[in-house]
């Protein structure tokens, strides 16, 4: 497995700090050398639009009012037919990034998906929250072709891949490069899953708003009651006031 560029000089430097200290260079030295590297790698893993470990996109370019709206958690058998709904009636299309088991357990959701205009994308399996920076190996090969595996079941074959709240890890690169998946990250983040009502939701996705942008929704029972798909209907009402198409965009866009 290929290691990116910043993985091997934090090796790197920890080898030389070794050979310091075995040289009896000063102890201040070596641990300095030893850590040097450190600040950089912790904030390519753990902030979501950090590049270093792998290429993240996080908007996309155009010259038109247009932004991706991408909805993560879902398929939700409660609140996907909904949205499916609400989008169709303001005609926008959106990306969904699904959870590779409720892929399996709703297929049906998935097919429909994509039967009515919209892309499915790729969510780990079991979106493990806290756990996926520091899964083996073994783990990070499971979550992702696992969730593989039952989208090609329900028909698909995904394009883009998203860590769970972002949060990346340190094999993500060479993983996502041998299964022809690449990282989207976000422009905007919308708080839904924090929000205590739909309006708040807006009031945070509103101003932020651009050409390009990339627009971080969710679905499903993690969200409050008043926040579950109003949240969506409003930012959509809100995209329609302002001009702003919601668009899937081409590879060769994303930034």
């Given amino acids: 497995m290929k290691l990116p560029p910043l993985l091997v000089v934090a090796l790197a430097a920890k080898i030389v700090a070794l050979a310091l200290w075995l040289a009896g260079a000063k102890p201040s030295l070596a641990v300095a050398c030893f850590v ?103 783990r990070l090969a499971a979550e992702l072709d696992r969730a593989l595996t039952a989208l090609g079941e329900a028909g698909v074959k995904p394009r883009w891949f998203r860590p769970p709240t972002g949060i990346k890890h340190l094999l993500i690169g060479s993983a996502l490069a041998s299964r022809d998946l690449k990282c989207v990250g976000w422009t905007v983040r919308s708080g839904d899953s924090r929000a205590g009502s739909a309006e708040e939701v807006v009031r945070r996705v509103a101003p932020q708003l651009r050409p390009g942008a990339i627009v971080l929704v969710h679905e499903g029972p993690r969200l409050g009651a008043v926040v579950r798909v109003q949240a969506i209907a409003r930012v959509l009402e809100s995209c329609a006031h302002r001009g702003f198409a919601c668009v899937i965009p081409r590879a060769d866009q994303l930034r």
């Fill in 36 to 138: 040097a590297p450190d600040p950089l790698v912790l904030w390519a893993l753990f902030v979501p639009s950090a590049q270093g470990l792998v290429r993240v996109f996080t908007h996309f370019a155009t010259d038109r009012r247009e932004v991706w709206l991408t909805i993560d958690d879902g398929p939700d058998p409660e609140d996907t037919p909904r949205l499916l709904d609400l989008l169709d009636r303001h005609g926008a299309r959106a990306t969904f990034f699904v959870i590779g088991e409720r892929a399996a357990r709703h297929p049906e959701i998935i097919r429909e998906i994509v039967r009515r205009g919209h892309e499915v994308a790729h969510h780990t399996h079991t979106h493990p929250l806290g756990t996926f920076w520091c899964a083996g190996p073994r």
